[in-house]
T-cell receptor, first 112, second 114 residues
Framework: QKEVEQDPGPLSVPEGAIVSLNCTYS??????FMWYRQYSRKGPELLMY????GNKEDGRFTAQVDKSSKYISLFIRDSQPSDSATYLC????????????FGTGTQLKVEL | NAGVTQTPKFQVLKTGQSMTLQCAQD?????MYWYRQDPGMGLRLIYY???????DKGEVPNGYNVSRLNKREFSLRLESAAPSQTSVYFC?????????????FGEGSRLTVL
């Protein structure tokens, strides 16, 4: 069993829809939770970062962490075609610096 | 302002050949990383360097070696390439100690081993 599980998709939604992307994990020592966005044939770029449990909002994006359930989510409101990409969740330990454990990524396509 | 630059972007090797992937960053990162990305497997850490002069194994180090040449450069070497090493390789840099998980990735090097 992988430490971090993520549905690979693909997920196809109409423009303007609310998108929910999720990851589950098995290691309760993870304390830092991130979402990276990766466009086709590009490197991943950091989208959202959350420490421990709770919510964080940045524009159309909201990240949620539920440590009791070992479950993290990324919500995208008013989705746009430019949001079409692969979304990777990532996690790390306290003291782990920037050594990240990634999910496999969910491919999202936002249709006009 | 180049960020993280990887060379080459594409490479085809025959089984048993050797090659070195180069990575250079101009963002003053302390730590640097090499990941490989395969379908269904996500990004897996091969080696990392927490600071200049140090290197450590990641999750999948077998068949690879690394050199942290200086603060800017971190190279990945395949001594005897195997088809299982066909992958997309990403170099990344980060500020050690910051702990925010923010890594800056290069655009990737696509390697095919025949």
């Amino acid at each position: 069993q992988k430490e971090v599980e993520q549905d690979p998709g693909p997920l196809s939604v109409p423009e303007g829809a609310i998108v929910s992307l999720n990851c589950t994990y098995s290691n309760s020592a993870f304390q830092y939770f991130m979402w990276y966005r990766q466009y086709s044939r590009k490197g991943p770029e950091l989208l959202m970062y959350t420490y421990s449990s709770g919510n964080k909002e940045d524009g159309r994006f909201t990240a949620q962490v539920d440590k009791s359930s070992k479950y993290i989510s990324l919500f995208i409101r008013d989705s746009q075609p430019s949001d079409s990409a692969t979304y990777l969740c990532a996690m790390s330990f306290t003291g782990g610096g920037n050594k990240l454990t990634f999910g496999t990524g969910t491919q999202l396509k936002v249709e006009l | 302002n180049a960020g993280v630059t990887q060379t080459p972007k594409f490479q085809v090797l025959k089984t048993g050949q050797s090659m070195t992937l180069q990575c250079a960053q101009d963002m003053n990162h302390n730590s640097m990383y090499w990941y490989r990305q395969d379908p269904g497997m996500g990004l897996r850490l091969i080696y990392y360097s927490a600071s200049e002069g140090t290197t450590d194994k990641g999750e999948v180090p077998n068949g690879y070696n690394v050199s942290r040449l200086n603060k800017r450069e971190f190279s990945l070497r395949l001594e005897s390439a195997a088809p299982s090493q066909t992958s997309v390789y990403f170099c990344a840099g980060g500020l050690a100690g910051k702990g925010t998980g923010e890594l800056f990735f290069g655009e990737g090097s696509r390697l095919t081993v025949l």
